[in-house]
């Protein structure tokens, strides 16, 4: 899908003029054809619109040609478990583009509910509320995914099955993604924020044309820096509490199967007294009160009084 967009006034309005100066041009899940419209239109390499289209792409600053290629990695939610996806941003001198694998709801929000101050020729503003957005995001799903963490050890606690257990793992999974990606979207956005304390015109494009980062947007950069620190030591936390958590049910389950181990043990060796009486009377022998008509009586007595003994002596040793 591609689509352009360009502000006036307050409003978003969709355009089609592909590099038109002041537009946003969006990407989701290009086709060869809109990789090519696009590389033209904007004149950028073609691996910068083909970088953010690797699902393995890790966070990172390029510049080239007086261009400028920033990968983050965005969360996604995938239902049960959430995955983190690379979103690229290029910045040229004309316009700002965004490129991704699917239709991300950080972008939507940027497309739906405007921040304020929020404008397609504004290229470093926009970049910074996209940071910020995404940092958001982030906070959003941890806190659902420890919603459901709450959720499925409620269950647990009731009845422990394998598919809460293979949830949770699918949760703790997402953690790692998230404090993986956390921490490299970190990297990036700190080095925009030296590179503009230290005027370093190379991070910010050729000759500082590109990528400028006004002393008014500082304020926005360092809270997008604040919310994804503070999404980072959540992750963290949510992720040494689910592990831990793990590793209770798992010392439980042991406990639990070691306690029916046991008690079956005991019925088998209280079982066994009976069953051992009645085969030594079931013998083809000569017995004692064999021609009683009590004998039966006295056998089921007595293998009750055994049987009874034996219960009482592995009470008394905790063994029951």
């Known amino acids: 899908m591609l689509k352009v967009y360009r502000s006036e ?8 003029v592909v590099g038109e100066k002041g537009s946003w041009l969006h990407l989701v899940n290009p086709t060869a054809e809109e990789v090519a419209e696009a590389t033209r239109g904007l004149g950028v390499p073609a691996d910068f619109v083909e970088y953010p289209l690797d699902e393995e792409e ?16 965005v969360p996604v939610n995938r239902g049960d478990t959430y995955d983190t996806i690379p979103l690229g941003v290029i910045i040229t001198e004309g316009c700002i583009a965004t490129v991704c694998l699917e239709d991300v709801p950080v972008l939507d ?27 958001s995001q982030y906070l959003r799903y941890l806190r659902e995914i420890d919603k459901k963490s709450e959720a499925l050890q409620q ?12 949830r949770l793992l699918g949760l703790e999974k997402s953690l790692v993604y998230f404090t993986t990606s956390l921490r490299a979207n970190q990297l990036v956005m700190e080095k925009l924020l030296k590179s503009h304390l230290a005027k370093d015109p190379e991070l910010s494009g050729v000759g500082g044309r590109v990528l400028k980062l ?40 042991s406990n639990n199967l070691n306690v029916i181990m046991k008690f079956l043990t005991v019925v088998t060796i209280v079982l066994a007294i009976p069953t051992m009486l009645a085969s030594f009377y079931g013998m083809n022998v000569g017995l004692p009160f064999q021609e009683s008509p009590l004998a039966f009586a006295g056998i089921v007595l007595l293998s009750l009084l055994v049987s009874s003994a034996v219960i009482l002596i592995l009470r008394a040793s905790r063994m029951l």
Do not use: W
């Not at 929000?109 to 970049?127: A, M, N």
């Open 9 to 16: 006034g307050e409003a978003l309005l969709e355009t089609g």
């Open 58 to 73: 890790t966070s990172r600053i390029e510049a080239e040609d007086g261009c400028v290629l920033i990968i983050i990695r």
């Open 109 to 135: 929000e940027l497309h739906t509910s405007r921040p304020r101050g929020f404008y397609t020729f504004k290229k470093t503003r926009f970049l910074l509320h996209l940071f910020y957005r995404t940092a």
């Open 155 to 166: 269950r647990l606690h009731r009845s422990t099955r394998n598919e809460e257990l293979i």
């Open 214 to 253: 006004y002393d008014e947007d500082e304020d926005l950069l360092e809270d997008a820096i604040v919310e994804n620190r503070q999404a980072i030591e959540m992750s963290e936390i949510y992720t040494q509490i689910l592990s831990s958590t793990m590793d209770a049910f798992a010392s439980v389950i």
